[in-house]
């Protein structure tokens, strides 16, 4: 089989899951990982004859493919904030949302902390380590932790922080019973924040494939994790220290009010797609 014979047999098995785009763009990614091949070298190649080892790898990854499980888990990476990191059925896989909020963060960072400042950052519930790894290259000597409850989250973070050379504190910790040790300058979260009774609204490619803890709020209440915050910014933030959190579009103005009365400024912001996305805020 050729590289373009197998380019229309990969389109019509995955035509009823995909769209032509989505098609596409999957088989350039699966292209590039097991042919080596950019997407214009495909082009340029699209005669050259495939191993019996090279289609069987095809075969396999259609297979997944077609029981919805998400690319980034096949391949087993990611590229995020234009990094590469390690993805697995243990971790979220990072959105799009959360470069956005990486980007307030870094720029109000800046903003506040001159080049070379030593500050404590603490990230909660870091599932695979994008935020703090993203922090740290950033701000090479902040002080950064970042906790999660599931083991095996940490390992992957763990990971990814060995990869890019990044010296973080990874705490195992169930956050939501348990305190902070420390004060920290900078607060930044993406932390569980769809309610159980939204369960019904999420596609089931994402329950099916990725872990429940890292989705839903282990209560009837969505806020659980923010209201936690709250309470901790009392504490366990500096003066003039600062919050970065993803929230739930639907709570927007609930969670600014959470922080209305612990911090003097709070701003509500909406993503890129225009819902509410993101609270920060300063002591
Ligand atoms: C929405 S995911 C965010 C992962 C990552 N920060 C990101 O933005 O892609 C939430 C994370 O919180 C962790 N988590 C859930 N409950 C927790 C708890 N009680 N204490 C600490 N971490 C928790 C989950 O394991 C998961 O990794």
Redesign the pocket.
């Known amino acids: 089989m050729t590289v373009s014979e197998l380019k229309q047999f990969f389109q019509k098995e995955l035509s009823a899951i995909y769209s032509e785009s989505e098609n596409n763009e999957l088989f350039s990614i699966f292209c590039s990982q097991i042919l080596g091949l950019d997407k214009f070298q495909q082009r340029r190649s699209s005669e050259r004859n495939l191993t019996h080892d090279e289609l069987e790898n095809f075969k396999n990854i259609i297979a997944e493919l077609k029981t919805g499980k998400p690319f980034q888990q096949i391949l087993g990476e990611t590229e995020f904030y234009g990094l590469k990191f390690s993805v697995d059925e243990n971790?979220?896989i990072?959105?799009p949302e959360?470069e956005e909020l990486l980007e307030i963060a870094i720029r109000e960072i800046r903003k506040l902390k001159p080049n070379n400042s030593v500050f404590k950052i603490l990230?909660?519930?870091?599932?695979?380590g994008?935020?703090p790894v993203v922090l740290k290259k950033h701000f090479p000597d902040a002080i950064v932790s970042a906790?999660?409850?599931?083991e095996k989250?940490l390992e992957t973070a763990k990971k990814n922080a060995v990869f890019h050379h990044a010296e973080i504190n990874l705490i195992h910790?169930?956050?939501?019973n348990a305190n902070l040790n420390e004060v920290y300058d900078i607060i930044i979260s993406?932390?569980?924040?769809i309610g159980i009774e939204e369960e019904t609204e999420i596609a089931d490619s994402v329950k099916e494939f990725e872990?429940k803890?890292?989705?839903f709020s282990?209560t009837s209440n969505a806020l659980i994790f923010y209201e936690k915050i709250a309470e901790d910014c009392k504490s366990h933030l500096s003066e003039k220290g600062m919050v970065f959190l993803?929230i739930n579009q639907k709570l927007g103005e609930e969670t600014r009010s959470l922080f209305s009365d612990v911090l003097s400024q709070v701003h509500l912001v909406k993503d890129l797609s225009g819902n509410d996305r993101f609270v920060f805020g300063k002591k």
Not at 147 to 150: H, K, N, P, T, V
Not at 173 to 176: G, I, K, P, R, V
């Open positions: 971790v979220l990072p959105r959360t990230d909660i519930g870091t599932g695979s994008i935020i906790i999660d409850y599931s989250a910790q169930d956050y939501l993406n932390p569980p924040y872990p803890m890292a989705l282990p993803e």
